[in-house]
């Protein structure tokens, strides 16, 4: 039997919040998919309302339309409520159909048990909000039901909001926490620079402006001279400078520590979410 994925269906997501809308919406600028390809569906009839306002695509509140109709289906529905959905497409869903996952903590393993079926396609994503401004990153593992031409298809639609990496399932949890949860992180450190701008007195959206493009250069700088960020951080620090005086303090009130210790409670809770 031909068990090949059909590669000119529809692109279904169940699940139509921020980060799907993010997908979709990268998906068709970038000339992927055709909105007329694209199904969404939610249980907010008020969501649906705002996609089909604002965009082309189709909208349903039946998830079981998705499941027949779209041969690649993204769920984008929030960890705690992936029984309920997979139990209610299950019966619906085949091996030549492609299901993409972007939730924390829901393992392959554990996907094809709630689907019962162990023959089914089925790739483990996580996306981060970046994504929503075509920044994003994607850690991407497939099982081993997706062959290599599936895996670079799947790989193209994420391509459409940022770029994405092939790992190792045990990593995925890691990633959560790198860059799943990171931009958190990073916006509590543009907020907190911005603050202290206007503390000293610069007007409160300029001190924004200035801190947000600080963070996006300084991050160019590390992808694209491939040097240590110690390396970059010592080219800014010179001695007996005001840089070098930041960054005392810095390491006095435990910048990385408490940088590390978010970011290990965050994995955790991550490897939670799936017992």
Known sequence: MNNSVNFTKKLGFIGAGNMATAMMSGVTSGGIFPASDILMSDVS??????????Y??????????????????????????YSQVIAEIAPFVTEEQLIITIAPGQTLASLAERFGKDTLKIIRTMPNTPAMVGAGITAVTPNANVTAEELEYVRKILGGFGISEVIGENLMDAVVSV?????????????????????????????????????????????????????????????????????????????????????????????????
């Open 45 to 54: 009839a008020e969501r649906l309302h705002f996609i089909s306002e604002n």
């Open 179 to 275: 860059s799943g949860s990171s931009p958190a992180y990073v916006f509590m450190f543009i907020e907190a620079m911005a603050d202290a701008a206007v503390a000293d007195g610069m007007p409160r959206a300029q001190a924004y402006r200035f801190a947000a493009q600080a963070v996006m250069g300084s991050a160019k700088m590390v992808l694209e001279t491939g040097k240590h960020p110690a390396e970059l951080k010592d080219m800014v620090c010179s001695p007996a400078g005001t840089t070098i005086e930041a960054v005392r303090v810095l390491e006095e009130k435990g910048m990385r520590s408490a940088v590390m210790e978010a970011m290990m409670a965050c994995t955790e809770r991550s490897r939670s979410l799936g017992k």
């Open 56 to 81: 082309a695509v189709g909208t349903t509140s039946d998830n079981t339309e998705v499941a027949v109709n779209c041969g690649t289906i993204i769920l984008a529905v929030k960890p705690q409520y």
